[in-house]
């Protein structure tokens, strides 16, 4: 389930993203949390792993090592969640890819359409690509574009024609799909049940009537947001309100 030289890896981008006394205690933390897991003491590499994340690193081989934690740890919930977060992180990646659909299988709500959408099929890109390569390269195909556009205004005549009208269509599009990507992460919120077993209710009281039941590890969206309650969608005529404290924001 778990590579240790990937571990590894993880460990060197979180110390090259921190300095000094810093760096060291995300070492400490991150060496520990390794032989925990290592000794099944699957708990503890948890809250190794977790003061890294608290601290605020986003880093996606970090999130991935938590999600197989708390797999091993049985708690979906939140394996599922830190999957999801590593996701966005490093979509392509084959291992957590491999260890995300083996986690859902586990899930005990399976939602009702599962045809893949032609959004996902158009947009393709979008989904094997992180916000930050999406972003990147957005900037670097604009930097290409402008460059060669200067340089037929310098030769005066249209020369490179072609490398123009792709590096512009390709801008365009990675451009477009940064400022969605930013849309989304700003507006379109979803979450990972975490409690074992959760009452989607009517209304914002643990007394409204129950709607149905959510189980740990299903993805929902996040709809509205009110005192300590959100507004959940699952699927069509399966929306209702759930406590902050039961879901994880992905």
Request: glycine share 6%; aromatic share 14%.
């Amino acid at each position: 389930m778990v590579d240790f030289k990937r571990m590894l890896w993880a460990l060197l981008l979180v110390v090259l993203m921190t300095t000094g006394i810093e760096a060291a205690e995300f070492t400490r933390d991150f060496e520990n949390g390794v032989q925990y897991y290592k000794a099944d003491n699957f708990s503890a590499a948890i809250s190794a792993f977790s003061k890294i994340a608290d601290a605020g690193v986003k880093n996606g081989k970090l999130f991935y090592n938590l999600g197989n934690a708390y797999l091993k740890n049985n708690d979906i919930g939140h394996a599922v969640l830190w999957y999801e977060r590593a996701l966005k992180l490093m979509p392509g990646d084959p291992d957590l890819n491999f260890n995300h659909q083996y986690a859902l299988t586990l899930v005990k709500d399976q939602r009702e359409n599962k045809k893949i959408s032609i959004f996902r099929i158009l947009f393709f890109w979008k989904y094997l690509l992180s916000p930050d390569t999406v972003k990147w390269s957005g900037i670097i195909l604009n930097m290409i574009f402008w460059s060669v556009l200067t340089l037929q205004a310098v030769k005066r005549k249209r020369i490179l024609k072609m490398p123009c009208y792709t590096a512009f269509a390709l801008a365009l599009v990675f451009t477009l799909t940064a400022f969605y990507n930013h849309y989304e992460a700003l507006y379109l919120k979803e979450a990972v049940i975490l409690s074992p077993e959760v009452s989607v209710r009517s209304g914002l009281s643990e007394q409204a009537t129950e709607l149905f039941v959510l189980h740990a590890g299903t993805k929902v969206k996040i709809e509205k947001e009110k005192r300590d309650f959100v507004r959940i969608y699952f699927s069509d005529g399966k929306i209702g309100w759930i406590n902050k404290r039961e879901a994880g924001v992905v």
